[in-house]
């Protein structure tokens, strides 16, 4: 057991010689953590912000002119007013995402109680707007339309209140989330690709046979690339979090922060052994690359973080239980935004431990698999 | 090899010299590698140049072909300075360069025919030609039979016999050959060189220039060059050197040459003697057997090696000896048959038996991030060695293999023999009873070997340490106690050397080898049909003389063919890897069918509980409109308040309604009472679609209520009619609106790593000197590179297309040619970006990751995959608008969804035609067609 460790240790310094001298390398880390996450935190807004808003307004009343002006920043830009002629094309080439069609008379409808229909149309293409734009537009209408009637002295009220509170967001910035999301995102790419590649570059150099000769076994071996790399982007993730997330974006973090390294940790376990696991189905590098990239991209889009799992079909949602990083997602929403401590999440760590374990070793078995191939 | 008198370098006038270098120096980095050298070559002269390793004998070669740029001094070949571009262009189809190392010009996974056909191409040749000069070629080489073999598949001989095919194809006035036969077996050499001189007697006018660390092989040329330390020493026919030094062997000559002034100089190094214990044996097999497939390696190999003896494997290339140094090692598992090590059964498990064992495989396998000394602690370490021990043992190694003094250096800028001295005290430091060297000399000069091997004779006499070896050095083999020959999987005879000598009445070592294996072959021809022996004599690349070809016609032939040319080749390439090309296409498509059902922006069975706390018909009726919804997936209702705070920070619930005491009375009174509605924001996307859709459901609820109460057609709550139209997507189908943007995600994504990828390979594995010494300009290069992969694009593109209609039934409303072109620009620009990053970095590692890093932040966040281009401001903006992902993304959508029109698409399609020129453009400007 001690000689275990004692190998581990020294083929994982190794690791970290042969990473520190690869400039490339260690740019491409220091980017993924830092300037990759300001400029996904601070520019994708998946909130209704920005929306680009037309009116059609054939009545060019009191009312219609009170409700264009309702549509205010950050979450609209300045409606314009349009032709009914030109709608079509400006919708066609994208510069509007909604079109509010009001009618003639239909102030004169309202007042009357006619309930004049208003006419929208949403580029549906911009799916993530498309529907939260609508229920914002509705509610900003009625607002209006309520507070239009009052002022005229008709009560016009919704026989219930609804108060929403959004709990661990209150003001839903879109910052908190999509900063997070991209640290897991980098984490996700370079855990696979850097471990990966490191083993693949072992064989193509012949080194790893080397290592296999000596009295070192290949979980050593494996265990060792896993630890080093697994490190390294454990520190680069947590400054990341403090630097990056904490101070310059000045996200406010909840939740333990011993709690989000130790589960960190375990997320780095399981990609770094599932990214020495694809190294070994691979015979060459490009092969490599392109075992590679299904993997990742499929653990950041599908792994519940920007739709939810319980959004997908089920033999999907079933299929992507095998993603260390559908759990990981668990593991820091519930820490970092909903402040949840060890035994709230301590069954995705389980299950992530787990995951790693298996990845390693199958990893290992294929191992000395892979060396015995004719090549 | 003699050619007549008049070839004489010291007759040869500079004017009719067809290569003359003059004070040429070079440098990489602070060292020196060749210091104001200047030589004149003749026409038809032959040319060896011997000279330690790390001298600059490849550095020297590379740079009269052109490969390498010029630093210092001046070199014309035919007339024409290297300095410059375009008369290097003008000279290369008349010179050939075969690289060192074993196929280093070939491509493992095309056929023989291909790789000759490949350079015939680049050199501009036209298909009756080719033919001709290929049957020609492989037919003097005895390849014909194998035609249609891969590569990568042909022993190291053969291999090498393709290289010089290839380097031949185009008819060469000047034939550069580095080390060609380094690590190729006895027979193989011989044969090789028996087809150069074949090839010169026919084309008395070509110049033969080599290196060579075989002083066998450098006396059969007219004039010998020797270099140390970056001059030349020596220089003029063999006699002369001879003569000079008062030697009567090259190899003596050579070694006096290596040394200083006053030095005395080593004698040849002769192996002490050693007494026989037989039966003490360190190493055992019998019937080993190691099949890979159909195909037997080692097929019942039987050996006893005594404790203490120098037991050397000689035999062909690709005979199997490697296999069963690895067998014995226990890094392959036998097929059949036992083997023993020090008295146990070798077993890939067992770690105590690796202790007491050194290996030093056939190339170079220890770390090149590492310095020496970090190597030998790296090695201490991990053989066990205690901790007070590991410093001084690392130390005494340093000074026992002459180390000290390249201690602090890395690997990588070590000559070859001084970085497997390195192997070697790697391999002794824990000082184990048997070493097992696989070609530890290869390639090495040879002074670099004696001392080698005085090593090894210390650890064998001294310390008793058994040392099995494989070698092609004659001189090698016989140093070692006892040998065995083996060809093709089997032993052909074991005994000590001289003995074997006297057995087969032969002259040497050599001639018994050889006459062994010419017997196996002829035996094997016999079982296996007809196997065509080399016709040296009709070896004649061409009859013409070399001064009447109009070379001048390589100056205009057609970039495209040139370009048709690298196309072709990485086309077949990608052809014969399955792996690559299903993970292209299919891959894609799995992740279209998994992307088009697994991102959805619609809110189904979210998650939710009710916190009812008037539990009155009217919350009833309001719990209904939730639970009626099919958004929503109601779970246990919550009983107390702290359980709100405990299941929304689980993570279970997304969304509480909450319902205050005294809801149903207030409702009926009319004194509005207030629902709470509380929401999990940890996904604010999603917390801002929950908010919507509980708006919608209390809108439906109230509608509800007034009807129930004043009946229908009767609303005093809605003011107005809202009637939202779901342009493009009347259906709103989450699928229909993420597989424009999936299918711009996977064109980008995968043909970007293909490609950054493909260029570094070139580039790590070497096979980049072919275009190098290739008249191609880099354009031609760098456009045929992409190519194909434009094509694997396409289809990719095609099946995605197909797939999303016919299975997803996706609407398209545009039109597909103005969709297709817009794609093909697409994949210019997604190739081009990959060709850039791979010109940026150097090995293929980071070339993966900065195709991936970079690509896929820009792709996912700022192309308006996710949230639309429109809302996008500031740096989001630039950074989207400065990648071609969002311009595809307006063609996607507008093509699928929009049925916009070829016309509204002329913006994007420039705007894609830009970003492909601008990364072609400047991968060409930033790729260097020379070596530094």
Known sequence: MRRFVINVFYLAIKELWSLRR???????????????????????????????????????????????????????????????????????????????EFPPSFEADVLRGR????????????????????????????????????????????????????????????????????????????????????????????????????????IEIALAKVLANGAVLLVAAELSMELVVRWYLGVPVAGSRVLFLFGTTIFLFSTTSLGILVATLARSMPQFALMAIPVFTTMLLLSGNMTPLESMPTVLQWAMHVSPSVYYVQFSQGLLYRGATIDLVWKPLLIMSGLGALFLAYATYRFRLMLSRAD | MRTPANDRPDEAKSADAPVIATGVGHRYGSTVALDDVSLNFAGGASVAIIGPDGVGKSTLLGLLTGVRRLQRGEISVFGGSMRERRRRDDVAPRLAYMPQGLGRNLYPTLTVAENVDFHARLFGLAASERAARLDRLLTATGLDPFRQRRAGQLSGGMKQKLSLCCALVHDPDLLVLDEPTTGVDPLSRRQFWDLIDSIRRQRAGMTVIIATAYMDEAARFD??????????????????????????????????LGSRDGETVAPAFVMPARKPEPGNWAISAAGLTRRFGDFTAVDHVSFQ?????????????????????????GLLPATEGSAELLGSAVDAGDISVRLRVGYVSQSFSLYDELTVRANLMLHARLYRLPAADVAPRVDESLKRFDLVSHADSLPSALPLGIRQRLQLAAACLHRPEVLILDEPTSGVDPQARDDFWRHLAGLSRNDGVTIFVSTHFMNEAERCDRISLMHQGRVLAVGAPAELVRQAGAANLEAVFISNLEAAEAASRDTKGPVTAPQPDTAAPSSTPPSSKPHRRWNHFATASMIWTFARREGVEILRDPVRMSFAVLGSLLLLVLFGYGISFDVKNLPYAVFDRDQSIE????????????????????????????????????????????????????????VAILIDGANTFRAETVKAYVQGVVLTYVAQLSHDRYGPGVSVTLPFDLRPRYAYNQAFVSVDAITPGVIMLLLILIPSAM??????????????????????????????????????????????????RLFFGVPFAGSFPALSVGVLLYLLAATGFGLLVSTLVKTQVAAIMAAAILCVVPTVNFSGFINPMSSMDGVARWVGLLFPASWFQTIAIGSFAKGVGALDLIRSDLALAGFAVVFIGAACLLLDKQEA
Request: aromatic letters at 8%; glycine letters at 8%.
């Open chain 1, 22 to 100: 690869d400039p490339i390398m260690l740019f491409l880390i220091v980017y993924a953590f830092s300037a990759a996450v300001v400029m996904v935190a601070s520019a994708v807004k998946l909130e209704v912000v920005n929306a680009t808003i037309a009116i059609v307004d054939e009545d060019r009343s009191q009312l219609t002119a009170r409700m264009a002006d309702a549509f205010v920043a950050p979450y609209f830009k300045t409606p314009e007013l349009v032709a009914r002629s030109e709608v079509d094309r400006a919708m066609d080439v994208g510069r509007y995402g909604f079109v509010l």
């Open chain 2, 305 to 329: 090696i005594e404790k203490g003896e120098i037991f050397g494997f000689l035999g062909s290339n690709g005979c199997g000896k490697t296999t069963t140094m690895k067998m014995l090692t």
């Open chain 1, 115 to 218: 309930q004049p229909a208003i006419g929208l149309t949403i580029d549906a293409t911009a799916m993530v707007q498309a529907g939260n734009g609508y229920a914002y537009i509705q509610s900003i209408l009625l607002t209006e339309a309520a507070n239009f009637l009052n002022s005229k002295g008709i009560e016009a009220q919704l026989p219930i209140v609804t108060a929403p509170r959004v709990y661990f967001n209150p003001n839903i910035e879109g910052r908190w989330f999509s900063s997070i999301m991209q640290l897991v995102n980098s984490i996700v790419i370079l855990s696979i690709l850097l471990v990966g590649a490191a083993v693949i570059r072992e064989r193509e150099h012949g080194t790893i046979e080397h290592l296999l000769v000596m009295p070192v076994r290949a």
């Open chain 2, 619 to 674: 919350s009833g009726q309001l719990i209904d409109a939730f639970s009626g919804s099919s958004y929503f997936d109601a779970q246990a209702p919550i009983r107390d308040e702290q359980e709100v705070d405990r299941r929304l920070a689980s993570g279970e619930l997304r969304l509480v309604v909450s319902i205050p005491p005294g809801y149903g009375a207030d409702l009926l009174k009319g004194a509005r009472p207030e």
């Open chain 2, 223 to 256: 004039r010998v060059i020797a270099l140390d330390d970056g001059r030349v020493i020596a220089d003029g026919p063999l006699a002369d050197i001879l003569a000079k030094t008062g030697e009567a062997t090259l190899e003596d000559a050579y070694r006096r």
């Open chain 2, 755 to 804: 490609t950054a990828v493909g260029v570094a390979r070139e580039r790590e594995i070497g096979s980049i000197t072919n275009f190098s010494a290739s008249p191609a300009s880099v354009v031609d290069f760098m456009i045929g590179k992409q190519l194909p992969y434009v094509a694997v694009g396409v289809a990719s593109y095609l099946t995605l297309f197909a797939f999303a």
